[in-house]
């Protein structure tokens, strides 16, 4: 394929760059050897290659940032170097597997988007309903059942292009069940081959000129704390931080240094932009990126309006370079990134792609010839997409190619063809929030931090100031280790904002890595790494369980006091803060006796002014089956689906709240049984708010144990 001219744009033309952020942390156990958690190799089934077979496919522009963790992961896998915990018992004889493996297999290979990759299999969905809720039990699998979850979990894996390229995936598509172990091994085959061919079709479509690699430190760390954990307090004053006065700007150089070396022992030598760990930036980091030669650096748009004397009131301001200390910098759109990466899911790819264009065009309006960037996670959105995001993302590059108002740039191409604005300030904060909550303040985060800060003052002494002092030479794996253990990935899963089944691993993950560094100086291993950071899974995060068994009045109005007084509570912003340009729930209250389960929401006018005339609200609940409860507030009328059918039942009433009701019978719930629950705005057919943005929440129905755990005389 003929390598393209750099596409440039006429002087009233919006620049559009579309920044693709891919990102997986090293999940190898390092004292071990075995790697824990498979999301590196999944992805790059369902996701790395297939995001740049469209892009080939349309011939679109587009900017691809890398995690080094994640080249070095695929590499690995593409080289047979990986010991996969996950595929080694996909692999493994479904008669042969132990009891125990068994059971991690039914509780584990679930692990997709129930909707999207679940339902509309009808063997997968019928093997997800003999597993039941959350405490599934394998005994009533079969070996025939185990080995059609396998096959169904590998071909849910599957991305849109390779259904199409491979005769024996979309057989198997099409056969639907009662699969054999030499098809299983010939679709692992085709995966693995999907794998080792990643790396390489990076490189091919770089030489096309059809992307622009970019890259991210080494490890994915949040540079601003490493270089001073205070500097959390500058957007979020007062914040509670731990006790250890971790300093280690050396840590960060280093950090933004093995970026860059890495992407150009993968992909040559060439000066190239850099999309800094979750958009964080301080004064501090952004010196260290442009004394390390990165071309370009990425954040938010909140940081931008932070940093401006009147902030972002003139939002035209948006939309051009800038450069900060000798480094150009450009700011993320945040509603349009967002939208991208958490509403259109549920949109038709023709409606979500007309949305994006007259947006686009307002701000063409807006900054005639300006530049727009558009950044988000690459891989984790798709799921949620019809045929992986295909439609969407064809239609939009089309979309974007045919309209003489824009032109497709990655951001090096539209920097050339940019004078940057002089920035005087550059406020320090991430994409989320525009602060650094999301990895401290919380005891669990601060602790983290605290064990990170002793490992480094026992271990380390010069050896990095050495590897900073011998650029020529390779890290040693004890300063590998001390990157990897100050990436960010680990702090995600502290505290309360997000919830994962493998939480328990990432804080394992995190500790393994710290106790490699004992191992690898020769020291004894301190007993505080033994114990684990997170508490075991609760059965609310974010929230309370209810004090004891209530009937409220469903009528929409507050009641007296005690109506609602021993309500449970689940906390929607919960992994909602990633959209936080939005408005969005707060809290939905809860309760139950022995026939019904109860719903309040005290933002009835904000439910109302988003669904419109024609929206409804939607209770998701995920036990024995997919339950919609939706209520319309136009007639105040709840109708209940259960798998899509609609079954008589349920209550509702808006006035000042929302209150629902919906009988235990009809959720086929018993006592002691836990379901998933999420909240959704439908309106003209397709989604326009879901809380919380990601997963599910989830609570647990006692009964009328909840009263006899709380009788007290």
Not at 260 to 284: C, D, I, N, Q, Y
Not at 333 to 347: C, I, Q
Not at 367 to 384: F, H, K, Q, S, Y
Not at 447 to 475: F, G, M, S
């Amino acid at each position: 394929m003929a390598s393209p001219d750099v596409s440039t744009a006429s002087p009233a033309q919006l620049k559009v760059c579309i920044l693709w952020h891919m990102h997986q942390p090293d999940y190898r156990d390092p004292v071990g050897g075995q790697t824990l958690l498979p999301w590196t190799w999944l992805h790059g089934l369902k996701d790395y290659g297939e995001m740049l077979e469209t892009v080939a496919q349309t011939k679109a522009r587009v900017t691809v940032n890398l995690v080094p963790s994640l080249l070095e992961q695929l590499e690995r896998y593409a080289g047979g170097k990986d010991q996969d915990r996950w595929l080694e018992l996909i692999a493994r004889p479904a008669d042969k597997l132990s009891d125990a493996e068994r059971q991690f297999v039914v509780e584990q290979f679930f692990s997709v988007n129930i909707e999207t990759q679940i339902l509309p299999n009808r063997r997968y969905h019928q093997l997800y309903l003999q597993r039941g809720t959350l405490e599934p039990r394998a005994e009533s699998f079969s070996p025939q059942d185990i080995l059609d979850l396998q096959v169904c979990f590998l071909l849910a894996w599957t991305g849109y292009h390779l259904r199409q390229r491979s005769s024996l995936v979309s057989a198997l598509l099409e056969r639907g069940g009662l699969y054999h172990e030499e098809q299983k091994h010939q679709l692992l085959l085709v995966c693995h081959e999907e794998i080792a061919r990643i790396i390489d079709f990076h490189r091919e479509l770089e030489a096309d000129g059809l992307i622009e690699i970019t890259i991210t430190p080494y490890a994915h760390p949040i540079l601003p704390l490493l270089c001073n954990l205070q500097s959390a307090w500058e957007p979020s004053p007062g914040l509670p931080l731990p006790a250890a006065d971790f300093r280690y700007p050396e840590d960060a150089r280093l950090q933004v240094r093995e970026g860059l070396r890495t992407a150009e022992r993968f992909f040559g030598k060439r000066r190239r932009g850099m999309w800094p760990a979750e958009g964080g930036v301080s004064h501090e980091a952004a010196l260290l990126m442009q004394e390390e030669g990165a071309l370009w650096a990425a954040t938010d748009e909140d940081i931008l309006a932070r940093s401006l004397d009147g902030g972002l009131r003139d939002r035209g301001r948006l939309y051009r370079f800038y450069e900060y200390e000798g480094l150009p910098l450009i700011f993320r759109d945040r509603e349009l990134s967002d939208r991208v990466g958490f509403l259109y899911a549920t949109w038709k790819a023709s409606e979500a792609v007309a949305d994006i264009q007259q947006r686009l065009r307002q701000i063409a309006r807006m900054a005639p010839g300006g530049t727009v960037a558009i950044i988000l996670d690459g891989e984790n959105c798709w799921e949620r997409y019809a045929d992986n995001g295909y439609p969407f993302l064809r239609d939009l590059y089309q979309m974007l190619d045919q309209d003489d108002q824009f032109v497709m740039n990655t951001v090096g191409e539209a920097l050339e063809q940019s004078r940057p604005e002089p920035l005087t300030r550059l406020a320090a904060g991430s994409w989320i929030r525009s602060d650094f909550t999301t990895w401290i303040g919380h005891p669990e985060d601060n602790v983290a931090w605290q064990l990170l800060y002793q490992a480094r003052r026992d271990c380390i002494t010069t050896e990095v100031t050495d590897a900073l002092a011998n650029p020529q030479e390779p890290l040693s794996d004890l300063v590998q280790e001390l990157l990897r253990a100050e990436g960010s990935d680990w702090f995600w899963w502290f505290g309360d904002e997000h919830s994962s089944l493998q939480a328990d691993i990432f804080d394992r993950l995190f500790r393994l890595h710290l106790e490699g560094m004992y191992h690898l100086k020769g020291l004894p291993v301190p007993a505080s790494l033994q114990q684990r950071i997170k508490p075991g899974v609760r059965t609310v995060t974010g929230g309370y369980e209810p004090s004891a068994c209530f009937t409220p009045s469903i009528d929409g109005r507050i009641g007296d006091y005690f109506e609602w007084l021993a309500t449970g509570c689940i906390d929607l912003a919960v992994g909602g803060a990633m959209y936080s340009g939005r408005e969005g729930l707060d809290h939905l209250y809860y309760g139950y006796d022995n026939e019904h389960l109860y719903f309040r929401i005290d933002q009835s006018d904000l439910l109302r002014r988003l669904c419109g005339k024609d929206g409804y609200f939607e209770l998701r609940l995920n036990g024995s089956g997919i339950f919609h409860v939706c209520f319309s507030f136009t007639d105040n009328k709840v109708k209940v689906l259960i798998d899509g059918k609609q079954v008589p039942g349920g209550r509702g009433a808006s006035d000042k709240i929302l209150e629902l009701a919906v009988p235990i019978e009809l959720l086929q719930l018993e006592q002691g049984q836990s379901i998933r629950i999420s909240c959704h705005v439908v309106r003209q057919q397709r989604e326009n708010g879901r809380w919380p943005t990601e997963g599910d929440a989830v609570l647990c129905y006692r009964g009328s144990a909840l009263d006899e755990e709380n009788w007290s005389v």
